[in-house]
T-cell receptor, first 113, second 112 residues
Framework: GENVEQHPSTLSVQEGDSAVIKCTYS??????FPWYKQELGKGPQLIID?????GEKKDQRIAVTLNKTAKHFSLHITETQPEDSAVYFC????????????FGAGTTVTVRA | DAGVTQSPTHLIKTRGQQVTLRCSPK?????VSWYQQALGQGPQFIFQ???????QRGNFPDRFSGHQFPNYSSELNVNALLLGDSALYLC???????????FGPGTRLTVL
């Protein structure tokens, strides 16, 4: 089955700096890669996603890049703010009758004021 | 527009007991998936329901079963609870034929 690895496990950044989280996946058939933000006591919230026919996608301060050849994708958060502090998860899915998400272990991001 | 809702919020059970968790999907979504999230880990896929049938299943024993109702809401049942079943149980809903979706706030299950 799919194996998603996520690094780093913890990340501390100064407010205003950038944060980068990297994930690798094992299943070359995966074609959908969402990122979720989970705050304490809440369920994961989809913040951005990318499909295999796109190399990069941006939404305001958040961007995701995908390298299908190398089987890795990354989340970039620019101009970090205290409210960006949370646990971030990457995930991968095949789609096409196999819609389950395989998640990474998560990255705890702390933005220092 | 209400998102995914789950009940109860918290639940405490003892080993060997049975539990039922409930989920109402987001409006317009007809597919429901369940995930188990142990403390400090990413969610693990349990199964997915579509058209009232289990369409896909992860690596979970038969003690985990589910049901989907005609209104698309769903239940997760766990029999013969073990200490290791203690976790946050998440429900996610999606429209037909899509991945990802919206997650509910989860049910925190503690098995003593």
């Amino acid at each position: 089955g799919e194996n998603v690895e996520q690094h780093p496990s913890t990340l501390s950044v100064q407010e205003g700096d950038s944060a980068v989280i990297k994930c690798t996946y094992s299943d070359s058939a995966s074609n959908y890669f969402p990122w979720y933000k989970q705050e304490l006591g809440k369920g994961p919230q989809l913040i951005i996603d990318i499909r295999s026919n796109v190399g990069e996608k941006k939404d305001q301060r958040i961007a995701v890049t995908l390298n299908k050849t190398a089987k890795h994708f990354s989340l970039h958060i620019t101009e970090t703010q205290p409210e960006d502090s949370a646990v971030y998860f990457c995930a991968a899915s095949r789609g096409s009758n196999d819609y389950k998400l395989s998640f990474g272990a998560g990255t705890t991001v702390t933005v220092r004021a | 527009d209400a998102g995914v809702t789950q009940s109860p919020t918290h639940l405490i059970k003892t080993r060997g007991q049975q539990v039922t968790l409930r989920c109402s999907p987001k409006s317009g979504h007809d597919t429901v998936s369940w995930y188990q999230q142990a403390l400090g880990q990413g969610p693990q896929f349990i199964f997915q329901y579509y058209e009232e049938e289990e369409r896909q299943r992860g690596n979970f024993p038969d003690r985990f079963s589910g049901h989907q109702f005609p209104n698309y809401s769903s239940e997760l049942n766990v029999n013969a609870l073990l200490l290791g079943d203690s976790a946050l149980y998440l429900c996610a809903s999606t429209p037909t034929g899509t991945s990802g979706g919206a997650f509910g706030p989860g049910t925190r299950l503690t098995v003593l």
